[in-house]
């Protein structure tokens, strides 16, 4: 019996590996919307990775900064100091692109973390639910019905306003990043409980969950180590699309105002901030912000439809 | 058809007690009520007697009873920060959204549904294949971007539309307040309204796209055809009439997020209404405001959810069908 229980854990990731040598790497290969927004999607993620080694310098370091660099327009020398902007300077005489690269680290660590926190969530209560059926799979599934039927952007600002009255003024600014990601990742976590329920709900009459039950195995083991990697392509493709959502949904939320602290400011802060020189005519403080918002935005979401269409015919 | 109303009705009601249940201990526990009436000057004596006459030393049931009965006579208490009665500030900015709210539903019902059309029936034209790419991008645009670069375009650069507030506005009766009768009020009232519906419009043209290129494969069309009837009455007599009713369940659907997404549109135009009052709620942590709005938004998407059901029920014999032999 040694080899049938090793079986499920060394055979899942050797799947995962031919299914990336073949069918996915195959259709990854020929789908140029997918190469084209994952390069999109690399190249953002690596300048904000690196933002502090590859930024022209660093905006929050008002030593770095020249107050007579403001508002100096893209790829035009500075009236004053003669200084060139690839994208502009804004107010502060800040440089446009460090200042994005900035930006979209905040709002990908978010989005990332959010992510994360709405898959961990929806996963073991997807799981439980699954496993254990009857009136706890009845109730939390109602539950996530109710949740569904409203707009995640309200349950995120409610969540996000419920915290803010428990923690303590010195303290907001500081959690403020933190409460964000719990509430956007509290609105997020019903996609993944109902396709890790249903998905499980299928799974656990197979045999190889049977025979891991003869031998004993402890309800956890069988959930995490046995069903869990045989769900894991519907969660990945959600996770994507939810990563896409994640981010705008943090953006909307700094835009709003009631997102990231104004010192650590995101792509929708800076969103934000751009529309009050709109007027004046300083437009580059508001557009590039937002076509990186876009651009990033757009690529996760075509690689998540990618990725859903790749999968569908043999995981679901 | 009875049981089965009844059966909804009351899982609505349950909906609404959860969701007065999380409001009131929203208002309940969310920072210290007493704290947030009185300032910081007042003694540890006086707080006591706050709380005695406010009934917050009675059990949690009984406070959670006296917090339904309120609600529904439409008592929220006084908000935090703007000392007014909850009640009367929602009341005084609910015009404002439900104006909004109603002008980008119908917009976005009818541009929705005629695009829809449109494109399933020159489903390899041109056009119809650019109106299908800009509708993808416009899923993928934030609404609060789409009303920044509606008000750059067409309220800095052309300088033909308002980009804030409601414009002019004339009260009817006492406390209906309108932007439909000036001509600033209808000018202040377009690009919010499309900055509103836009989404939405994409949705219903999406799926009224979908379902008629699924009648018209079907073998009554076929039939019609047959039959030699014009393609006007075969598209527009037999087809779209087959289509309308999911569209019409859709819509009906996307009329509550519409109101929750009006938070976003609000805030991005100005626009004086419940959903910028929400905002502010949630930035100043105004308990009052913020569980008296959720329970108006429960309450609305309750009772759209339940209409819903019960059209889909009325309209659709196989329905009733299907339901009947489930719950049996």
Partial sequence: MTPETQAPQTKAPGRLYRAWDSDLAYAFRTAPVAIVATLVVLVVVFCSVFAPLIAPMNPYNPAALNLMNGFTPPMEPNAFTGEVFLLGADGQGRDMLSTIMYGTRTSLFVGAMAVLFAMVMGISIGLFAGWRGGWVDSALMRIADVQLAFPAILIALLVFGIARGFIPDGLRDQLAIWVLIVAIGLSDWVQFARVVRGASMVEKNKEYVQAAQVIGAHPLKIMFRHILPNVMGPVLVIATISLALAIIAEATLSFLGVGVPPTQPSLGTLIRVGQGFLISGEWWILLFPAVTLLALALSVNLLGDWLRDALNPRLR | ?328
């Fill in chain 2, 1 to 328: 058809m009875i049981a089965f109303i009844i059966r909804r009705l009351i899982q609505s009601i349950i909906v609404m007690v959860a969701v007065a249940a999380v409001s009131f201990a929203l208002f309940r526990f969310v920072g210290d009520p007493i704290n947030s009436m009185v300032g910081q000057e007042a003694s540890i004596d006086d707080r006591q007697a706050l709380r005695d006459s406010l009934g917050l030393n009675d059990p949690i049931i009984t406070q959670f009873g006296r917090f339904i009965g309120n609600a529904l006579q439409g008592e929220f208490g006084i908000s935090y920060r703007l000392q007014m009665p909850v009640t009367e500030l929602i009341m005084q900015r609910l015009p404002a959204t439900l104006e909004l709210a109603l002008v980008s539903g119908t917009l976005a019902f009818i541009t929705g549904l005629g695009l829809g059309v449109y494109t399933a029936l020159r489903r390899r034209g041109v056009l119809s294949n650019v109106i299908m790419t800009g509708s993808l991008i416009g899923v993928s645009l934030p609404t609060f971007l789409i009303g920044v670069l509606l008000i750059w375009v067409f309220a800095v650069e052309l300088r033909w539309l308002p980009s804030n507030g409601r414009g002019e506005v004339v009260s009817i009766g006492s406390w209906w307040s309108t932007g439909f009768l000036t001509t600033s009020g209808r000018l202040a009232l377009i690009l919010p309204a499309i900055t509103l519906g836009l989404y939405q419009m994409t949705l219903i043209m999406r799926l009224v796209r979908a379902e008629l290129l699924e009648v018209l494969r079907s073998d009554f069309i076929k039939f019609a055809r047959a039959r030699g009837l014009s393609a006007r009455a075969v598209n527009f007599g037999h087809a779209l009439k087959n289509t309308l009713v999911p569209v019409i369940t859709i819509t009906g659907l996307q009329l509550g997020s519409i109101i929750a997404f009006a938070i976003i549109t609000e805030t991005v135009f100005n626009w004086p209404g419940v959903g910028a009052l929400f905002i502010s709620s949630v930035r100043f942590v105004d308990v009052p405001v913020m569980s008296a709005y959720l329970m108006m938004i429960a309450l609305i998407f309750v009772i759209i959810n339940l209409i819903v059901d019960l059209l889909y029920y009325a309209v659709d014999p196989r329905l009733r069908v299907d339901r009947a032999a489930h719950s049996h």
